[in-house]
């Protein structure tokens, strides 16, 4: 499933409280996506040009190596690993390694590959 699919966004600006959403990888510290693991088989959307799928929750993951912006330190939001990321838009990002989902959840565990979201 690609990432457009799955309302995905960059992740910038942040600060221990939160974060601003970006349409562009450069100053991005992280990326945000609903899960495509809760998306099966859920009623798809699209509105102002986003597509989402209804009721699917969030998975947010931040860049070991941003470009432009600095990387969040490690006591912001604890629990979220760091990612490497490489690519230039949410066409082509990678992220290494794996996404486990871990803690009460769905337990998601995949991979982003060239803008693409697999188990």
Partial sequence: MRLRDL????????TERG?????E?????GIMFQCPKCAEGKERGEEGGRRFVRGAHYILCWFSNP?????????WYKGIARWEMTGTSLD?????????????GCGFHGF???????L
């Fill in 7 to 14: 309302d995905a966004e960059f992740c910038g600006d942040a």
């Fill in 19 to 23: 974060f601003r959403r970006r349409d």
């Fill in 112 to 118: 982003i590959t060239n803008g693409d979201v697999h």
């Fill in 92 to 104: 082509d990002v990678t992220l290494r390694p794996s996404i486990l989902v871990q803690g009460p």
């Fill in 25 to 29: 990888i450069a100053g991005a510290q």
């Fill in 67 to 75: 470009r432009e912006a600095p990387t969040i330190p490690a006591e």
